[in-house]
């Protein structure tokens, strides 16, 4: 499996990004898939996890109403748009997949990609 994030940049307090993370790879080992940050100076955190079906979702408190995930199996992509960003917000944000549950665990999850950097000021 690899995931290739893309997306992030710098915006204002309050302002809107969409992440996508591009996918390849056996499907069923990516049946789950989700958003990691890691802020600076703290643990890798979970934001947001999708399963393959897209009726299953589950949010980091700190993003619930702002943060959307979403996947497009179509295209193999994952996106994640976040809206009313705030400074807390900025991190580098992870795509990560693993077959089976689907929670925020991160140490759970065997497949990352390379990581993109959202900055809020």
């Known amino acids: 499996v690899q995931l290739v994030e893309s997306g992030g940049g710098s915006v204002q307090a309050g302002g809107s990004l969409r992440l996508s993370c591009a996918a390849s790879g056996y499907t069923y080992k990516r049946n789950c898939m989700g958003w990691f940050r890691q802020r600076p100076g703290k643990d890798r955190e979970g934001v947001a996890v999708l399963w393959i079906g897209g009726a299953s979702t589950t949010y980091a408190d700190s993003v619930k109403g702002r943060f959307t995930i979403s996947r497009d199996n179509a295209k193999n992509t994952l996106y994640l748009q976040m809206n009313s960003l705030k400074p807390e917000d900025t991190a580098m944000y992870y795509c990560?997949?693993?077959?089976?549950?689907?929670?925020?665990?991160?140490?759970?999850?065997?497949?990352w990609g390379q990581g993109t950097q959202v900055t809020v000021s």
């Open positions: 990560a997949a693993r077959g089976t549950i689907c929670d925020t665990e991160v140490g759970a999850f065997p497949y």
